[in-house]
């Protein structure tokens, strides 16, 4: 497809927005699963671009930075898969793979922001003992604008150049990897939940974690409600966690009111 003038300063404004809201604003507009919505908004497909989105997401769900350790970048990974997607025709699952380079790319630039803004620290600190919040505003902007700006570019530059590249680019990967790149596209959604689980989940939810599973096969068993499972396996959930949040506060209210223990007559003294 050919890209209008509009378009790319559209897709340059998004990027240079949620880049942003990725470390800053921090309102969720950078998860794929929203930036898959707006850039199918703008080239005009959003089944696609919702596609793409919640495919993404999956496989990012459970990724997290540790310490100084930055993870693949969500917010370039996610625009280019559905940039790809879309003006490339390609597969979600295979779109979402192919992105993995892009999102290695937003990896390094976010790094390099982070060591480029490493010294400045220090003029931070003076402007914090001069009390002079001006200062240290200016250095969050310039540091916000840095890593929109450079997220918005590389991300343009591949929208713009991305047609004739991704045509020829595309057009010589075999048949046999390019569906290995759509199994290794699904396979990733897995893998990022898997790690999600494996941060959050405690023994005490195992239960609740194998119930879900259950009543994920009968809900997705049964024609009739197959269409709005996902919809109703999330009332479930929030049903079962408000109850478990309602017990928790009860017995919390009435540890409290309990008179306190005189002693213990374990031994029968």
Do not use: H
């Not at 025709?89 to 380079?101: E, N």
């Not at 939940?193 to 941060?199: D, G, H, Q, R």
């Not at 974690?209 to 096969?217: D, I, K, P, S």
């Not at 197959?226 to 408000?242: C, E, N, R, T």
Request: aromatic letters at 10%; charged letters at 10%.
């Amino acid at each position: 497809m050919d890209a209008s003038i509009f378009q790319i300063i559209l897709i340059f404004a998004v990027t240079f927005v949620v880049a942003i809201d990725q470390f800053s604003l921090l309102q969720s507009l950078y998860q794929p699963i929203v930036t898959g919505l707006v850039i199918g908004l703008i080239l005009g497909d959003v089944q696609t671009g919702l596609i793409v989105g919640g495919t993404y997401q999956l496989m990012t769900i459970g990724n997290m930075p540790v310490g100084g350790a930055q993870p693949p970048n969500a917010v370039i990974g996610g625009i280019m898969a559905t940039v790809l997607a879309i003006t490339l025709g390609l597969q979600p699952a295979a779109a979402v793979a192919t992105a993995i380079p892009f999102s290695l790319l937003g990896q390094y630039g976010v790094t390099l922001i982070f060591t480029i803004m490493a010294p400045v620290m220090g003029v931070a600190d003076k402007y914090a003992e001069e009390a002079n919040p001006a200062g240290i505003a200016k250095i969050n902007w310039l540091a916000m604008c840095a890593l929109g700006t450079i997220f918005g570019i590389v991300v343009t530059l591949f929208f713009i150049g991305g047609k004739a590249f991704g045509d020829t680019v595309v057009n010589a990967i075999p048949a046999w990897l390019m569906s290995g790149l759509g199994a290794s596209g699904n396979m990733m959604r897995y893998v990022g939940f898997a790690i999600l689980i494996k941060v959050m989940v405690s023994k005490e939810l195992w239960g609740f974690y194998f119930l879900g599973f259950v009543l994920a096969v009968i809900v997705t068993g049964i024609e009739a409600l197959k269409g709005p499972a996902l919809l109703l396996l999330a009332v479930i959930g929030f049903a079962f966690a408000y109850w478990d949040f309602q017990m928790n506060t009860k017995l919390k209210a009435a540890a409290a009111a309990a008179p306190a223990s005189e002693g213990d007559y374990e031994d029968g003294i």
